[in-house]
Nanobody
Framework: QVQLVESGGGLVQAGESLRLSCAASRSIFGMNMGWYRQAPGKQRELVARIGSAGSTNYADSVKGRFTISNDNAKNTVALQMNGLKPEDTAVYYC?????????????WGQGTQVTVSS
């Protein structure tokens, strides 16, 4: 069992920045971490992911504006969001994904609201 706690959401104006942070209750070394978001009436979508080897991938809509990073020593993963747009408004969820004894595990945080006004 892994608990994930997100923080850093809020209300900002278009063009401003926010930094989301996710703290895990255990070591994240060797695990895949990601940020997803869900806007009202839409499906949850991948925003950014960082693999166990440090490789990253981003949704096309956030490339060049968002940066995902992790800190294995602190068991945290962060999402730096610059140049925010109203369409970035959503609940953002932290995710951890890993294999253990050939079984895949997925855990989610409770979500943090990001609202961008125009």
């Amino acid at each position: 069992q892994v608990q994930l706690v997100e923080s850093g959401g809020g209300l900002v104006q278009a063009g401003e920045s926010l930094r989301l942070s996710c703290a895990a209750s255990r070591s994240i070394f060797g695990m895949n971490m990601g940020w997803y978001r869900q806007a009202p009436g839409k499906q949850r979508e991948l925003v950014a992911r960082i693999g166990s080897a440090g490789s990253t991938n981003y949704a096309d809509s956030v490339k060049g504006r968002f940066t995902i990073s992790n800190d294995n020593a602190k068991n945290t993963v962060a999402l730096q969001m610059n140049g925010l747009k109203p369409e970035d408004t959503a609940v953002y969820y932290c995710n951890i994904n890993f294999l253990f004894r050939r079984k895949e595990y997925d855990y989610w945080g409770q979500g943090t609201q990001v609202t961008v006004s125009s």
